[in-house]
């Protein structure tokens, strides 16, 4: 049942990117790609999430792109479930909005972990909570796309990943309003200040680029300048120890 309803929302997301009004969240999309990509060069892609983005990350210098489009791990309480794919298998891992449309994001985060490599970069986009997007979802109908996925806040994927070892490198939002007008639109496109204080924190879409940071263990052979004496105990204090 569970996933079903994860296919339910994959699909209506899509429709959801795909209609006339929502074309300049796509292309603010389009257009942080480029930034990302930047931030996340690899030779072993997996791709997880939207379809129609898909191809926007892909180059001729990766050695193998994975893509999935949906995702259907199980949710809490469920049996384990894993990815298809080895431990430190990828490198660069892109997730589009899989944390939004699937019932346990944790353990996404997990398996991103399990099969990324020491130096891997992980991309992440989805709703961001701590937006106006995240005050009017409570208000909005539960059943219609955006307000039925899982919005996550950019503090919150920030912990989950500091929590495994990964560092942040990049880190963007837009489109501030779920619902504005052009002439709106196009003033506050104008109004620097609004731009800087709101978007790059509190925008509705985050865009966010982990690396992957391990410190690798390596033996250290010590050293004493003098000898090192081990001397018995006295007689005395043994008898006192029970």
Same mark, same amino acid.
């Given at each position: 049942?569970?996933?079903?309803?994860?296919?339910?929302?994959?699909?209506?997301?899509?429709?959801?990117?795909?209609?006339?009004?929502?074309?300049?969240?796509?292309?603010?999309?389009?257009?942080?790609?480029?930034?990302?990509?930047?931030?996340?060069?690899?030779?072993?892609?997996?791709?997880?999430?939207?379809?129609?983005?898909?191809?926007?990350?892909?180059? *001729?210098?990766?050695?193998?792109?994975? *893509?999935?489009?949906?995702?259907?791990?199980?949710?809490?309480?469920?049996?384990?479930?894993?990815?298809?794919?080895?431990?430190?298998?990828?490198?660069?891992?892109?997730?589009?909005?899989?944390?939004?449309?699937?019932? @346990?994001?944790?353990?996404?985060?997990?398996?991103?972990?399990?099969?990324?490599?020491?130096?891997?970069?992980?991309?992440?986009?989805?709703?961001?909570?701590?937006?106006?997007?995240?005050?009017?979802?409570?208000?909005?109908?539960?059943?219609?796309?955006?307000?039925?996925? @899982?919005?996550?806040?950019?503090?919150?994927?920030?912990?989950?990943?500091?929590?495994?070892?990964?560092?942040?490198?990049?880190?963007?939002?837009?489109?501030?309003?779920?619902?504005?007008?052009? @002439?709106?639109?196009?003033?506050?496109?104008?109004?620097?200040?609004?731009?800087?204080?709101?978007?790059?924190?509190?925008?509705?879409?985050?865009?966010?680029?982990?690396?992957?940071?391990?410190?690798?263990?390596?033996?250290?052979?010590?050293?004493?300048?003098?000898?090192?004496?081990? *001397?018995?105990?006295?007689?005395?204090?043994?008898?006192?120890?029970?």
């Amino acid at each position: 049942m569970k996933s079903d309803m994860n296919s339910y929302k994959y699909r209506e997301l899509l429709k959801w990117y795909r209609k006339p009004a929502n074309f300049p969240i796509k292309k603010l999309f389009n257009d942080q790609i480029s930034r990302i990509k930047e931030h996340a060069v690899g030779n072993n892609v997996l791709y997880v999430g939207l379809s129609d983005f898909k191809q926007k990350f892909k180059s *001729a210098k990766h050695l193998s792109y994975i *893509a999935i489009d949906e995702i259907n791990l199980p949710g809490d309480g469920e049996p384990a479930k894993k990815f298809p794919f080895e431990d430190n298998s990828h490198d660069v891992i892109v997730i589009i909005h899989a944390l939004d449309y699937t019932d @346990n994001p944790h353990q996404i985060v997990r398996e991103i972990d399990r099969i990324a490599t020491d130096d891997a970069k992980v991309v992440l986009v989805g709703f961001n909570k701590s937006s106006i997007w995240g005050l009017v979802k409570p208000l909005m109908n539960n059943m219609d796309i955006p307000w039925s996925l @899982n919005f996550h806040s950019l503090y919150s994927i920030k912990e989950w990943f500091k929590l495994l070892g990964y560092e942040s490198v990049y880190k963007e939002t837009g489109r501030v309003f779920p619902f504005i007008s052009k @002439n709106f639109s196009k003033l506050s496109s104008k109004i620097k200040i609004f731009k800087k204080l709101y978007s790059h924190n509190f925008g509705g879409i985050y865009f966010c680029v982990f690396s992957k940071n391990i410190i690798p263990l390596t033996s250290v052979k010590l050293k004493f300048k003098s000898k090192y004496l081990v *001397a018995p105990f006295p007689k005395s204090s043994l008898n006192r120890v029970k």
